[in-house]
């Protein structure tokens, strides 16, 4: 089945970290480019980070320096480290790949809070 499985997010302090991930299946993970993009209530949904089937990354500029993304291509995972949460991190997360025979391929998406 071709699909995209987030993690569980959850509540996390400001100033704290979490690390979310998804896992891939269905598809040759290694090909393609894995994004995470978020979208917060009432907004509309933005790119995070981006890694190339080659490991390289790119950020937008309000994660760089706090998000870091990585993925496994051996167990078809992909990776979104978050540290120094801000509560305008709060948003659903969502997994995401664009394969251009097929289209997009979105994730369930994930809930993330961050609160005192």
């Known amino acids: 089945q071709v699909q995209l499985v987030e993690s569980v997010g959850g509540l996390v302090q400001p100033g704290g970290s979490l690390r979310l991930s998804c896992a891939a299946s269905?598809?040759?993970?290694?090909?393609?480019?894995m994004d995470w993009y978020r979208q917060a209530p009432g907004k509309q949904r933005e790119l995070v980070a981006t890694?190339?089937?080659?490991?390289?990354?790119v950020y937008a500029d309000s994660m760089k320096g706090r998000f870091t993304i990585s993925r496994d291509n051996a167990k078809n995972m992909v990776y979104l480290q978050m540290d120094s949460l801000k509560p305008e991190d709060t948003a659903v997360y969502y997994c995401?790949?664009?394969?251009?025979?097929?289209?997009?391929?979105w994730g369930q998406g994930t809930q993330v809070t961050v609160s005192s």
């Open positions: 995401h790949v664009k394969r251009p025979r097929f289209g997009n391929l």
């Open positions: 269905g598809f040759s993970f290694g090909f393609y480019a």
């Open positions: 890694v190339t089937s080659s490991g390289s990354t």
